[in-house]
């Protein structure tokens, strides 16, 4: 009896163990997300692309060194909780957050785009949501923009005392963004405060504009005369880093047979050098298609050829924005009629609208849509780049030629339904709070490249119009052949495997973009802290593999899987690592039908 006594303490205690790290580990979720990832700083309306950090929030040398020292305890007070006694999801949850500290810590100490880069000091982005279409009444929007605007020139302050690296382009770049956003300012926002009722209210935020403006006018001074003096930047991050990304914040793993099997991966692919090889490797298979399909379209011509050929049939740039917002709304049809996942709201909508004139130099096609998590609202907007009218006529074609409807047609559906639009809300919906907030970028962007390479085209689904099924669908090729590209351009810049006019050739000579959209999409590479843009690629893989794998486990608990029923637990679950998603969806299925 006295044994029994002891045995049943014992697991008392252990239970009681066990409720208490889960406990100690959803404060410290909730702790995660107001003190570094600054979510109590976030209003209902603000883009999900706008993070905020709380440490970076005026972005001063002193808020950079506090985030590092942050993310040293945040990662510390995670490793005190015994993962081994939460429950599965708190575990899974676990993993993700601690990938997520040891990739931003090393982010934070090795890479430090702060000396280097001042596009990130702009907070153009809330300030033109909460102009243009944050649906909260005039007064609150004019009330947190007027906190927007001083904390501008506060930024563009410490920018000048921060920046101590001089990188041509991105200066280049972003005194088209300054220019951009300054337009926003002087255009945009005093006929926004003409709704004010509140006449003080309304001065004070024209009063700060003003300001604001000025604050921009002496950051293009520093910009053109000063910044040129300083010390020449290097934007490699260094095998370190893009590796220690791959690991932690991907969580690829290094030698599984089963990922080498269906990326046709030598072993240690997924970590460089040997990445930079598979990914010109992989960049030669897709190119052998296209050279197969085009031969069936038209066996004079090249598939390029072939490609240009269809893009000079384009849009009007006076059509541009509505030709994408009838493609953006016929993605919800496409996936009901089509039974391909489950969208449980008769609330949700996206539309396309013109990106603004401070994005202009960020992108050369356009912004995916995506809903806040917090936000009362189902409805988002898919951002195209207009035709700027102050662009050479030459750039201003070849621009348009970029969107033509064989572009359109082809990421749609990667954009909206079922890509990153409905994306945004399932994440809204997780009761799961990180994955609410949180989500692997490698992971989301990637189910997309799956939408668009395995679902858009299949002419099972009808998406493409019928007589450009295979146009179309060697356009799709193409932007496959674009992703590996990628790779090449992402392992090989930030090793120094690659120069920059080496990357530039690789995406117009041989994908076939014109030169102004290879050299920002080569930008955005550069920009970013290394493996972001490589990684989904890969990802891609790993979905594809997961698919097959879920058939298989299906079979094994003597149940019938579908297609359907894979996407919509995908969904559920949300865009954790792939490897987290694949653990998680197992366990639900041997919980759900194991006898």
Not at 80 to 96: A, H, M, T
Not at 248 to 265: C, K, Q, S, T, V
Not at 539 to 555: A, C, P, S, T
């Amino acid at each position: 009896a006295a044994l029994l006594l002891v045995i049943g303490l014992s697991t008392v205690s252990a239970a009681t163990a066990a409720a208490d790290d889960s406990r100690e580990f959803a404060k410290l979720v909730d702790r995660y997300l107001v003190e570094v990832m600054g979510i109590a700083d976030l209003d209902a309306g603000a883009p999900p692309i706008q993070r905020g950090d709380a440490a970076l929030k005026e972005m001063s040398a002193a808020g950079f060194r506090q985030r590092i020292e942050t993310l040293r305890t945040f990662l510390q007070l995670l490793q005190d909780i015994d993962r081994e006694r939460l429950g599965f999801d708190d575990s899974i949850d676990y993993r993700f957050l601690e990938g997520t500290l040891r990739a931003d810590l090393l982010v934070a100490e090795k890479v430090q785009r702060w000396r280097q880069d001042p596009r990130i000091y702009f907070n153009n982005g809330p300030i033109v949501h909460r102009i243009s279409v944050d649906p909260r009444t005039p007064a609150e929007r004019a009330a947190d923009l007027v906190d927007d605007l001083a904390l501008l020139q506060v930024r563009l302050t410490n920018a000048r005392a921060n920046l101590g690296q001089y990188i041509p382009r991105w200066v280049e770049l972003t005194l088209v963004t300054l220019d951009g956003f300054r337009l926003v300012l002087v255009n945009d926002l005093p006929a926004f405060a003409e709704r004010i009722e509140d006449a003080a209210l309304q001065r004070e935020l024209l009063g700060e504009a003003t300001r604001a403006v000025e604050s921009l006018n002496r950051f293009q001074l520093f910009l053109a005369e000063d910044m040129p003096d300083l010390p020449q930047g290097d934007y490699r991050v260094g095998e370190e880093v893009f590796n220690g990304l791959q690991q932690h914040r991907y969580m690829f793993p290094e030698n599984d047979i089963h990922l080498r099997r269906i990326a046709r991966g030598d072993k240690g692919f997924t970590r460089v050098p040997a990445y930079h090889d598979w990914g010109r490797k992989q960049f030669e298979i897709v190119r052998h298609h296209l050279e197969v399909k085009a031969r069936k379209i038209d066996p004079d011509r090249s598939w390029l050829e072939i490609l240009r050929s269809e893009k000079e049939d384009h849009f009007f740039a006076e059509q541009l924005v509505y030709k994408h917002h009838e493609a953006t709304r016929a993605t919800r049809d496409w996936v009901i009629d089509n039974d391909l996942v489950t969208i449980p709201w008769d609330d949700d909508d996206s539309i396309m609208a013109a990106a603004d004139p401070s994005m202009w130099a960020s992108q050369w096609w356009g912004f995916g849509p995506g809903v806040a998590p917090d936000s009362p609202s189902r409805k988002s907007a898919w951002r195209v780049i207009p035709v700027s009218p102050d662009w050479p006529q030459h750039v201003a074609e070849a621009n348009l030629t970029e969107k033509d409807a064989s572009f359109m047609y082809a990421i749609a559906t990667h954009e909206v339904y079922p890509g990153h639009h409905l994306q945004s809300l399932y994440k809204q919906q997780n009761p799961r709070k990180l994955r609410r907030y949180l989500e692997s970028y490698a992971s989301n962007q990637s189910w997309c490249y799956y939408i668009e390479w395995e679902l858009t085209p299949d002419p099972q689904y009808g998406w493409f119009p019928a007589d450009k099924q295979e146009i179309y669908a060697l356009e799709t090729l193409r932007l496959k052949l674009w992703r590996f590209g990628r790779v090449i351009i992402d392992s090989g810049l930030n090793t120094g495997r690659m120069t920059y006019d080496e990357a530039v050739d690789l995406e117009t000579r041989e994908i076939g973009f014109v030169r102004e959209g290879g050299r920002i999409n080569i930008d955005n590479i550069t920009a970013r802290t290394g493996a972001d843009y490589a990684a989904p690629t890969l990802g891609y893989f790993q979905w594809m593999l997961l698919r097959e794998d879920y058939f298989q486990k299906m079979r094994e608990l003597d149940q019938k899987g579908t297609l359907k029923d894979y996407h919509d637990r995908v969904y559920r679950i949300g865009f954790l690592p792939v490897v987290l998603v694949r653990e998680t969806m197992f366990h639900q299925l041997e919980q759900e039908f194991a006898r």
